[in-house]
């Protein structure tokens, strides 16, 4: 067996002690991005990670960073070291948004601090932030219907030197700010951004000099080692197994007719501690901004294997050298060939590919893997802009968050409510209702879970969400990519699948259209438009729910008496509103024993 | 001036401080009785009066102030026995309290489940009315669905009501008509309204604060009135305050009304403590608080003399908790102390913690079955403990369990027992080392620049450990380092505070709205200060804003140019770019960068009554007569060599005003041990605390 043996010089006194040093200087770079940033979507959903990488480019840690930004980060490292050369210096700070060397998605603006200690390029802190606008064609950051890159039309920075010596380079500030939407609101999250890398390079510096280098570089060697050490023994756990999984993300008018077939196959390897999992198989790029990137094929991978095994394998080039992920130039799954567009390379394909992953799971058995997680983001993540009124017509473009898909049932626990997104995993904040009125001229008439929409099974995938909102200015621009409204998350091991997405426009003479998934509209003042996300698949037959789980759900509004009774086979008496609801057992007894 | 008596009532233990007119303050310490509190109370006071010489009886006769810190409103949170409290919502959001405001730990386990919200959702009751963003009323309160309402909360036995609309702190004219339905339609029954509690923007977290303060209500007053009974019945004639979770002390009728501010007024006093002995030292107004007990570590910071305050408490797990919302003393907690832990994971990492030996069986050490190693167990087998007087010889020490306990670690690390007991302790140290970097390097604050003061029984075990890795100079372990937080509230004034939310941006700056609605929070706190009970000392006034740049969302307290004048307004715009100025300098220190040219927006103002009382005096001891304190005796122990150094150990009251002690070295006081490593060394000072020096 090709287990990896600890170093003999593995200490793992000194090894826990630097760990804890390094996952500290990640939460101040995350508590300095996020309080400093100025659009709601990073300072109020928080939707960015930081990471550290070393001189060599590779990933030490990510503690707390987005599944779905977990991976990458390396890449980028990698391309400003290239690009750079021997004239990288202390001082530089870069930023890298462009997807075909690393980054996400477009919409991702990543800053890049090389750490050099004693001249020695030792270290590259990374903080990466989705922004408000990129200065694309459309306001927004998701241009689901853009051609090819061309037509997204934002700026792109494959590791652009944006400080030198500590200083601004104020012609890339200048031409950001002659693009980009809302400038000032862009720039202080730029201010934010290098701000959080900056602090992570101060106290790297620190660290270094406390401990010395040789003892940094041996312990970044053994952090590598225990990472992947972990991740061994946690596919050494597993059956061997081949898995394959297909799924499919919604179509798009006639761009997509059929939507995006998806097929991932995974082939465990417990003796020698590998997974390797096979995306080749997959349709070509698409002409839309459905491709994903490089990063995100294997960040949406990652994700899916953590969430099916071990909960706290650390993240990095250590774990991940464990798993081979084989991509096919030219395929939407990963291998975006130039102009080819990756804008919605976050969420929609990649959320996709979560679910499959961790659903195949699923394949080995009952007690296996996930259900399907929510997925879309709709109204309630719609990217809104416009002027605003109130403020003499000054403009405003940022991502709302104000409803979530509702999360996957496990082998032992209903799905998470707040779960936002399979690449997001809850990790991602909610708006707060009042802040969002403020920021924007929005009414929102509602924010709710819907009763009986999550998938049901012996454990249940969380509700659905609605929301709506009268735009309150004249023109406002509400743009969203939202899966999940024709094949909606499925259930795992017997597992209903959660509800489908639908979204609504009731023009404000009272007039009602139905949307369709992917909408790009303009509202006049009045105008409001509403609708609901998908909810979460669930796990194992619903009849082999505990009929107390069941009770609770009911008198809760999670699920309704109706529903108790025709899809969980539990017979109800007396009424939620006297307090007097109970489990008739005799009945349920019978209910169940038909199905049986 | 008689006898000041605080009392601190714990989890586990009730801590009484009483100072005496000469400043000489004693501790007494009982089982803390959650049936009736004041049985707990009364055994530490009568330690304490026995101390000092004196009955029961006639200390509680002799004394006119009498401060209560309580976890009782804490502990009925947890235990979730607190009332049956419906919770009135804006229609169409009646799951603000399910969804809080999203976040998870761990984003790859998927074995726990969503957490029930603090109210269930069957007690939510949407009522049809709407404020909007601009405070107007965009659709009228149904004041006939309210009553409808509210004879549905009457019939299913609701016993207390919390009211939280969208807007309310705009515009309140819902909320206040909903509480003049209630005082008429459910007479008697206690509600909150979000707009009178915490008027701060953000939905869930003035919903939060107002379900826990509502439900609180019912068993806070009958807690209260109780507690004043029993008292009166014992003899007490003096006033009685309690400590709340803004920093200082108010009259029980006050806490009655907002009984939400007694949450985490215990560990909110340490603080209080911390700057009074860093003052009393001549050692500054930074200070970092380190409260060590058996399963948690307590940190805070004071800056520039105030205390920090923080709105995202949260009780329980941050994100799955319930958030308090209230402005409360920042006092950050994390799973490390004397029970936690340590043990090895799969891939042969040291880990201490988070889990922990509690108090029952708790550590090894305490010879009552605990078989896993713990901090206090390394701190036995390194000979730190005096076997037969350990806790003050209220517990006998079993250091041959606490090896037992450590030999299998020592064995896959392949270690002496004595290494990885060494281990153990400074793992668990840089665990706190790292909680404290949290509050201080995180915020701005250089901890090299600070004071640290330590209290907790088991603070003395690993502190200039921790002092040492933070690179802090000056470190006071005091003498009441077992009762911090009852020593705080010895030094505590009262403290009121009113928030009124009103959005200004600094370029387009409407003075006259923002001083009248200064004058008026300034009315009610000056109207709070007369119906405080006893003499009321000096008044001072402090304001400040929440503020943060154009478009930011999260808010630093900044505090107005001369804050502490009796009375402030913004009389200009001198007045004002001061104030902006504040908040430029704050933002920098905090996060590196400013933003100059960006205008600044507050969200809401502050006005915070500062009444002072009479702090007992600070005591001289006497002065050693020798430079050379007694040795009590000498044991083995062991500092991250497999070989033991010969240590001496001291009684405190064989130590005088002046005595300094080298390291090694060992001193015992009844309820905690000093641990000086080699190379650093202790000095009593005038007054009695313990100076220790680290380098």
């Given amino acids: 067996m090709a287990s990896p043996t600890q170093a003999s010089d593995f200490d793992p006194y000194m090894t826990a002690i630097l760990a804890n040093r390094v996952d500290g200087i990640i939460r101040e770079m995350t508590n300095t991005l996020l309080r400093a940033a100025r659009s709601g979507v990073i300072n109020s959903a928080r939707d960015f990670s930081c990471s550290i990488c070393t001189g060599d480019n590779r990933l030490l840690a990510s503690a707390e960073g987005l599944p779905i930004h977990i991976f990458g980060s390396h890449m980028q490292a990698r391309t400003m070291t290239d690009n750079a050369g021997a004239g990288l210096r202390e001082g530089d700070c870069y930023l890298h948004n462009d997807p ?31 922004q408000a606008d990129i200065g694309n064609s459309l306001p927004t950051t998701y241009m689901a219907g853009a051609r090819d890159q061309y037509e997204e039309g934002a700026l792109i920075f494959p590791a652009v030197k944006i400080q030198s010596g500590y200083e601004m380079v104020d012609d890339v500030v200048r031409m950001c700010r002659s693009r980009i939407r809302v400038p000032d609101q862009w720039y202080g999250d730029f201010l934010a951004g290098i701000g959080s890398a900056r602090i992570g390079e101060r106290r790297l510096k620190e660290l270094c000099a406390k401990y010395g280098t040789a003892t940094i570089k041996s312990f970044i060697e053994h952090w590598m080692h225990y990472a992947e050490q972990r991740m061994a023994a946690a596919i050494q756990a597993l059956p061997a197994a081949t898995l394959t999984n297909t799924g499919n993300h919604d179509p798009f008018g006639d761009l997509l007719p059929d939507g995006i077939p998806l097929k991932a196959s995974l082939t465990i390897d417990p003796a020698d501690g590998y997974i390797d999992v096979d995306l080749r198989d997959n349709v070509d790029n698409v002409p839309c901004g459905f491709n994903q990137s490089a990063a995100c094929a294997s960040a949406s991978v990652m994700a899916g294997i953590f969430n099916s095994i071990r909960a706290d394998v650390p993240r990095n080039s250590g774990s991940f050298s464990r798993i081979r992920i084989h991509i096919r130039q030219g395929s939407v799954c990963g291998g975006p060939v130039f102009p080819a567009s990756c804008s919605l390379a976050t969420t929609n394909v990649s959320d996709r590919m979560v679910n499959l992953v961790q659903a195949a799971f699923a394949q080995i058995g009952d007690g296996w893997g996930l259900a399907e997680g929510g997925i879309g983001m709709g109204a309630g993540c719609a990217v809104v802009s416009g002027r605003d009124p109130r403020l003499d017509g000054t403009p405003f473009v940022n991502q709302l968050f104000l ?40 009414d929102v008439q509602y924010v709710r879970l819907i009763t009986g929409t999550g998938g049901a099974g012996r454990f249940r ?55 369709p998934n992917i909408v790009v509209l303009a509202l006049d003042e009045g105008d409001r438009v509403e609708g609901w996300q998908t909810g ?15 009770l609770h759900d009911v008198l809760e509004g999670w699920e309704t008496t109706e529903r108790a009774r025709e899809v969980y086979g539990v017979a109800l008496t007396g009424a939620v509103d006297d307090e007097t609801l109970a489990i008739d057992a005799a009945a349920t007894a019978h209910l169940r024993r038909a199905a049986a | 001036m008689g006898y000041k008596i605080s009392v601190d009532t714990g989890g586990t233990f009730t801590d009484v401080v009483v100072s005496d007119a000469a400043g000489g303050l004693t501790i007494g310490k009982a089982l803390t009785t959650p049936a009736r509190i004041f049985d707990g109370m009364r055994d530490a006071i009568a330690a304490a009066a026995e101390q000092i010489g004196l009955s029961f009886p006639r200390l509680l006769a002799d004394a006119d102030f009498l401060i209560y810190g309580t976890t009782r409103a804490t502990n009925a949170v947890v235990t979730k026995t607190v009332a049956k409290t419906a919770f009135l919502t804006t229609r169409g959001f009646p799951d603000t309290l399910v969804l809080k405001e999203g976040g998870k730990f761990r984003p ?53 009501v919390a009211v939280c609309f969208l807007w309310s702190v705009l ?7 909903v509480a003049a339905l209630i005082e008429e339609h459910l007479p008697g029954v206690p509600y909150s309204l979000s707009s009178r509690l915490i008027p701060i923007m953000r939905e869930y977290r003035r919903a939060s604060a107002t379900a826990i303060d509502a439900s609180l209500k019912p068993l806070m007053q009958r807690h209260l009135q109780e507690l004043e009974t029993d008292l009166k019945a014992a003899g007490y004639r003096g006033d009685i305050f309690v400590s709340t979770a803004a920093g200082g002390c108010n009259s029980i009728a006050a806490l009655v009304e907002r009984p939400i501010f007694t949450i985490g007024s215990g560990p909110a006093m340490a603080p209080v403590a911390g700057i009074t002995y860093s003052r009393m030292e001549g050692l500054g107004e930074n200070v970092i608080i380190c409260d060590t007990g058996g399963t948690t570590f307590d940190v805070g910071v004071v800056r520039d003399g105030a205390l920090t305050f923080n709105r995202d408490t949260w009780l329980g797990p941050r994100y799955t908790g319930d958030l308090l919302g209230i402005a409360a003393v920042d006092m950050r907690s994390i799973g490390a102390g004397g029970g936690s832990i340590a043990w090895l994971d799969d891939g042969g990492l040291m880990h201490v913690g988070p889990q922990s030996a509690g108090a029952v069986p708790g550590p090894a050490c305490y010879g009552r079955g605990g078989a896993q190693p713990t901090v206090s167990d390394a701190a036995a087998v390194l000979g730190y403990f005096d076997p037969a007087y350990f806790l003050g010889g209220r517990m006998t020490l079993d250091v041959a369990a606490a090896r037992a306990a450590m030999r299998g670690l020592a064995e896959a690390l392949g270690l002496s027992i004595e290494v990885t007991a060494w281990r153990i302790l400074t793992l668990a140290g840089d665990l706190m080392m790292r909680a404290v970097a949290d509050v201080t390097i995180n915020e701005g604050i250089n901890p090299r620049d600070s004071t640290i003061v330590a209290g907790g029984g088991a603070a003395g075990m690993n502190i200039m450990l921790i002092a040492k890795e933070l690179g802090c100079d000056h470190v006071v372990l005091p003498k009441t380092a077992s009762a911090l937080s009852a020593a705080g509230m010895q030094y505590a004034d009262i403290v009121a505070e009113e928030v009124g939310s009103l959005y200004s941006l600094s370029d387009r700056f409407d003075f006259e709205r923002v001083n009248a609605l200064l004058e008026r929070l300034e009315a009610r706190v000056l109207a709070m200060r007369d119906t405080v009970p006893g003499q009321a000392g000096a008044v001072e006034l402090e304001f400040y804003g929440e503020a ?29 770019n001061a104030y902006v100025q504040n908040f430029h300098d704050l933002h920098e220190r905090i996060f590196a960068v400013k933003d100059p040219g960006s205008a600044v927006e507050t969200v809401s103002w502050k006005v915070r009554l500062v009444v002072k009382l009479d702090a007992p005096v600070t005591r001289k001891v006497a002065a050693a007569e020798s430079a050379t304190p007694p040795v009590a005796s000498y044991r083995p122990c062991f500092f991250g060599d497999n070989e033991p150094v010969q240590t001496p150990i001291y009684k405190a009251s064989d130590l005088s005003a002046g005595h300094a002690i080298a390291g090694p070295a060992v001193i015992e006081e009844p309820n905690t041990t000093l641990v000086v490593y080699p190379g650093m060394s202790a000095l009593v000072s005038a007054a009695g605390h313990y100076r220790l020096n680290i380098h």
């Fill in chain 2, 548 to 576: 943060r740049y154009q478009a930011q969302v999260w808010e630093l307290d900044t505090p107005f140019p001369d804050t502490r004048l009796a009375s402030r307004r913004f009389a200009g715009q001198a007045d004002l």
């Fill in chain 1, 536 to 550: 979460g698949g669930g796990y194992g037959n619903p009849f082999e729910r505990d009929p107390k789980r069941v």
């Fill in chain 2, 108 to 160: 790859h386990d998927f074995s726990q489940a969503y957490p029930e919200p603090y109210i269930p959702r069957r007690y939510v009751f949407e009522i049809d009315e709407r404020v909007n963003a601009a405070g107007a009323v965009a659709r009228p309160l149904d004041r006939e669905q309210v009553r409808r309402t509210l004879a549905t909360v009457r019939a299913r036995g609701f016993e207390a």
């Fill in chain 1, 403 to 442: 409803t979530n898909s509702g999360g996957p049932a496990s082998a032992v626990a209903d799905g998470w409510v707040t779960y936002g997104l399979p690449v997001a995993a809850g990790l991602m904040y909610r708006d707060s209702v009042e802040i969002d009125e403020l920021k924007h001229p929005i």
């Fill in chain 2, 171 to 177: 515009n309140p004219a819902h909320e206040d008509a």
């Fill in chain 1, 100 to 130: 075909y060397t690393g980054n996400s998605h477009a919409g991702d603006h990543t800053f890049l601090v090389p750490v050099f200690v004693d001249g020695e390029h030792l270290f590259t802190t990374v903080a990466k932030a989705h």
């Fill in chain 1, 461 to 515: 995938g969380a509700p659905s969400m609605e929301t709506g909102y009268v735009a309150r200015c004249p023109r406002m621009e509400v743009i969203w990519p939202c899966d999940g409204t024709h094949f909606p998350p499925q259930g795992a091991c017997g597992g209903h699948a959660g509800a489908q997405a639908d979204h609504r426009l009731v023009r404000a003479d009272g007039s009602v259209e139905a949307l």
